[in-house]
């Protein structure tokens, strides 16, 4: 057994020398770092970086805490327009300057931009007017108008309807006279209007009857009436004739109250019977509708 042990024990020259060779090595794998340790410059790295963290920590919370206070503070605003540092007062935002308007809590470039419109020519005539101002917001819109007067304003717009209710009473238009300008001198009659209403005068050769304006597209039954105040039709009539016993075909037809059925029995007639010498005679032609017949008498020569 012993001998058995010693010959397990018993190392050959070169294997003492390895074994030698890796004791030596692992030795200085342990010992060395124990002299070439940089432990106390990473150590205070590690600190200067843990010290920054919090900093950084500490600004972004105080940023955070910040905006957030701030928004609580607008929406508080928001929520209670009546709250506000500025002094409140009475105001016309037609006849204050600019100073005024700051002094109401409104912004300089904001209250450049009212005074710009006033100066313009431009008026509030309601307080909610208020609201078409550009850069006002909604909250603060509220806050100012129950301070708003307009008393001048509201005078001032009673003077105008009263001075247009004493022009349209003095305006007095010849229908068969008039242009288009003349025309829209009318209330309720604008460019367009005024176009038919020539244009069909054209065609009829002269209105006799201010009542022929309700064959107009466009003019109702009610503006026909307040125009009949302002619009006659001047005497003698002025109106072009047509001559029953000459034109022709094509040309009657062209009458607004002349239909083609009409038109073809007035020349058969003239044709069979000679010369349509009076409005009796005309009544007498078989096959012509008496209603429009009396529309178009004024219009005949014969």
Known sequence: MRQTLLQFLDFSKKERTGIYVLLFVSTCIWILPVFFSNENIDMSTVEVTMLDAKIRKLKN???TYSASRFHESENHVRANPKIDTQSLFYFDPNTIGKQEWIKLGVKEKTAETILKYV??????RDKHDLTKIFGLPHYQIERLMPYVVLSEVKENIRDEAINKKKEIR?????LNTADSNSLMLAPGIGQKIAGRIIKYRDRLGG??????LSEVYGITDSLLIRLQSIWFVGLPLQ??????NSIGLEELRKHPYVSFSMSKHIIAYRKSHGRITDSEEMNGIVGIDREKLARLIPYLEY
């Not at 003095?170 to 010849?174: A, F, N, P, Y």
């Not at 109106?239 to 029953?244: A, D, F, I, R, T």
């Open 170 to 174: 003095q305006i007095h238009i010849d």
């Open 119 to 124: 100066t313009a020519g431009g008026r509030f």
């Open 207 to 212: 209105f006799v009857s201010i009542n022929q």
């Open 61 to 63: 919370d105080s940023l």
């Open 239 to 244: 109106v072009k004739k047509l001559e029953v």
